[in-house]
């Protein structure tokens, strides 16, 4: 597997952005080096600008143990006024497909292999009471332009389609964390396995 691409742009938090080019009728953007961290959205909550996600069972934000794994527990209404805060948006469902893709079609972020411990954080692992792991933690499991933990860890929202999210979480089988799965929510609240990350315009 080819390294990832240095960083190309950092925002507010420090967050940092991959270069996805253009391709398949998509402009080139930028996508979140990894999911937005429970550190990250404390910083838009204390500057007024987002809510505090929801607090029932199985959500970690307030603890502090947490602070570098994906916020969980938020809407698609928040994601978005998170994104919006942090100079970016969430990712249209094609968009999110590219940075998982690339130009090859692969089944999964890293290329065709099965998933296993070295690649990502879902179902296999057996020990689902672990739920989340701090973002970045499966490097090898990189897509191709070196996003991190698109498969796995937690499902993302995407900005378009009936309440979409992607990419698998701790708890879905194998099947979830392929590049072309996908998952309509109800919408109607946030889950424990739903997390988003940021795109902002490219190049």
Same mark, same amino acid.
């Given at each position: 597997m080819p390294e990832?691409?240095?960083?190309v742009f950092t925002?507010? $938090?420090?967050?940092?952005?991959?270069?996805?080019p253009a391709g398949?009728? $998509?402009? =080139?953007?930028?996508?979140?080096?990894?999911?937005?961290?429970?550190?990250?959205?404390a910083q838009c909550v204390a500057a007024g600008a987002c809510t505090v996600p929801e607090t029932f069972d199985g959500c970690n934000y307030s603890n502090a143990a947490y602070a570098e794994h994906p916020v969980a527990c938020v809407t698609r209404e928040q994601a978005r006024e998170y994104a919006a805060w942090a100079g970016g948006r969430l990712p249209t469902d094609?968009?999110?497909?590219?940075?998982?893709q690339?130009?090859?079609?692969?089944?999964?972020?890293?290329?065709? =292999?099965?998933?296993?411990e070295r690649l990502a954080n879902f179902a296999f692992r057996q020990d689902l009471g672990d739920g989340t792991t701090a973002v970045g933690s499966y490097p090898a499991g990189a897509s191709p332009y070196g996003a991190l933990d698109m498969a796995g860890n937690v499902w993302e929202w995407v900005g378009d389609g009936n309440f979409v999210v992607r990419g698998g979480a701790f708890s879905p089988n194998a099947d979830s964390v392929m590049c072309g799965a996908r998952f309509e929510n109800d919408g $109607?609240?946030?889950?424990?396995?739903?997390?988003?990350?940021? $795109?902002?315009?490219g190049p």
């Amino acid at each position: 597997m080819p390294e990832p691409e240095a960083a190309v742009f950092t925002d507010r $938090v420090g967050a940092e952005y991959m270069a996805v080019p253009a391709g398949d009728g $998509v402009a =080139a953007f930028r996508i979140g080096r990894t999911e937005v961290t429970n550190a990250q959205y404390a910083q838009c909550v204390a500057a007024g600008a987002c809510t505090v996600p929801e607090t029932f069972d199985g959500c970690n934000y307030s603890n502090a143990a947490y602070a570098e794994h994906p916020v969980a527990c938020v809407t698609r209404e928040q994601a978005r006024e998170y994104a919006a805060w942090a100079g970016g948006r969430l990712p249209t469902d094609t968009e999110w497909t590219r940075a998982c893709q690339g130009d090859d079609g692969r089944m999964y972020p890293w290329g065709e =292999a099965a998933p296993d411990e070295r690649l990502a954080n879902f179902a296999f692992r057996q020990d689902l009471g672990d739920g989340t792991t701090a973002v970045g933690s499966y490097p090898a499991g990189a897509s191709p332009y070196g996003a991190l933990d698109m498969a796995g860890n937690v499902w993302e929202w995407v900005g378009d389609g009936n309440f979409v999210v992607r990419g698998g979480a701790f708890s879905p089988n194998a099947d979830s964390v392929m590049c072309g799965a996908r998952f309509e929510n109800d919408g $109607v609240g946030a889950n424990l396995s739903v997390g988003f990350r940021v $795109v902002s315009p490219g190049p």
